[in-house]
């Protein structure tokens, strides 16, 4: 297993932006797909977007496509959230998280994923 820590989060202004970051220690982190997934009070945890490990097969929910990018640098072994033009919806706590498979479909599952981040909050307010 890696160790997942995620960073960046905070109070933005709904249109704002943030980016997150997240770190990854332990086995070799091109081997594994990342994810990001949310949960806002009294909701269950969503997907929301997730990139395999060849860095350019990417799947997202529709509520975020064309404003969240995400992204990754082997190098850093980083993952990395891009959000744009925010929403008041947007509020959750944001869990980025580690899969040894591949993800080869949009019907991303947080069963897919072994490890998890503690979570990092984000808060649009109106």
């Known amino acids: 297993q890696v160790q997942v820590r995620e960073s960046g989060g905070g109070l933005v202004q709904a249109g704002g932006s943030l980016r997150l970051s997240c770190a990854v220690s332990?086995?070799?982190?091109?081997?594994?797909?990342m994810g990001w997934f949310r949960q806002a009070p009294g909701k269950e945890r969503e997907f929301v977007t997730a990139?395999?490990?060849?860095?350019?097969?990417?799947y997202y929910t529709e509520s975020v496509k064309g404003r969240f990018t995400i992204s990754r640098d082997n190098a850093k072994n980083t993952a990395y959230l891009q959000m744009n033009s925010l929403k008041p919806e947007d509020t959750a706590v944001y869990y980025c998280a580690a899969s040894p498979f591949r993800i080869t479909n949009s019907r991303v599952s947080g069963q897919q994923f072994r490890s998890w981040g503690q979570g990092t909050q984000v808060t649009v307010s109106s």
């Open positions: 990139i395999d490990r060849t860095e350019t097969i990417t």
């Open positions: 332990g086995r070799a982190f091109s081997s594994y797909a």
